[in-house]
């Protein structure tokens, strides 16, 4: 019999949590985006609730317009994502570390090294979230005046991963020799170094990190257009996706899924997990209750911004909160899936301005859920048993009592209905999410060339071998 299929999870860790004024609420650590201690918390609360990894955002640049006007933002400032992973690694045993780091403003060989670094900290635990950077304005901070265009994000973005690739695979895993008595350290038949040269980048190699834990650290992606879905086909191995309505997510899991054949993948060499935003009372009414508290702490300066950051070019002063949402914009140069969704949400009944910013609050999109953990665990059961997901990024509206939350109440109805892990099943995070480790391209090549070499030895053997017997029939007088 074959194993029964179980739910991954991801702990979205941002900061005093994922609602815009959580910092307000008076559970969230208010310092959270700078406080160690708090992350360490967190982290070791998702680990004791055996979750597949804890996941952070980032971008190369402030969000939301110029930082002297988001005196209310309380999520401005935090740890660089790979910095900080590095220390939880550390304190930690079985949790994986998923980073986000962008293909538009980093190079692949600085990315490519801190990676491999962090692996080899954590001893097979990390996993790289692929970006290309929706933040506009973050193109200063590089001495750009104009963000790239999201197509040329994407192409620069498909070389990116290609390249990456090749440097962690500069050394064969059983490279290093290390032997005291020849003085051997290497062997330099082992050694690869990739030359890259494409439109985009022109890397020589080698990587001065030798091949990470896992092979490679495992391709996290998030992007839900066009471009993100087929660039997530070819590279991804986990996808971190918004889907309001169960619709939705099966027709974006039927279609990537779909799409990985023509790249020579398995449905299983992709995990799909969609974001939830779990408010969680032990009644419908405690949770209810809190999800009204959370909301009730939003600024009106607030509420304007969420709004303004998707109606780009549109005048809303003459606007009140109750008045109709007014048609949002077509396109954007920005996250162009967010926009279809905000405008899919918008568009799906007669919202007014003040409900359209009161739903973009709690998860940006993402899927606010609601209830009990028994109604917590349903709902989310629903989307698992319906080729909706694979499991769930979960995104705690307030940190670190959501986190408590869900770990506490949620997780044990999780297992006990069969859903949901008792034990981690390896040490690394490919082996937890059920993902192969993949083998050195250029191993892969010598072999492929060694066959290769071998069969056309064969063939000019085989030739010989007819040649001689020919040569014998003639002479012989057989025919």
Known sequence: MSKKRKFRLGAFIQAT???VSAWRHPDAQIDAGLNFQHYKE??????RGLFDAVFLADSPGVWGGAPATQKRNGKLVHFEPVTLFSALSAVTTNIGFIATASTTYEEPYTLARKFASLDHLSQGRAGWNVVTTGNENAAANFGLEHHPEHSERYERAQEFVQVVKGLWDSWEDDAFLRDRESGIYFDPDKLHILNHKGKHFSVKGPLNVGRPPQGYPVIVQAGASEAGRDLAAQTAEVIFTANQTLADAQEFYADVKGRLAKYGRSPDDLKI????????GRT???????YEFIQSLIHPDVAWGILKNYYKGVDLSKYSFDDLAPELPNDTNNNKSRLKLVKDLANRGTLTLRQ???ALATARGH???IGTPESIADQLEEWFNNGAADGFNIMPPILPTGLDDFVNLVVPILQKRGLFRTEYEGSTLRENLGLRRPVNQFV????SHTNSQFAIRSSQLKNLDAAKLSGFTSVSGFS
């Open 284 to 290: 419908e009414e405690e949770a209810q209750e809190k």
């Open 273 to 280: 997990m969609p974001g939830a935003f779990p408010v969680i």
């Open 42 to 47: 967190i982290t070791q609360t998702a680990e």
């Open 356 to 358: 359209l910013y009161l």
């Open 367 to 369: 899927r606010t859920i």
């Open 444 to 447: 892969t090549q010598k072999e």
């Open 17 to 19: 949590g994922h609602h």
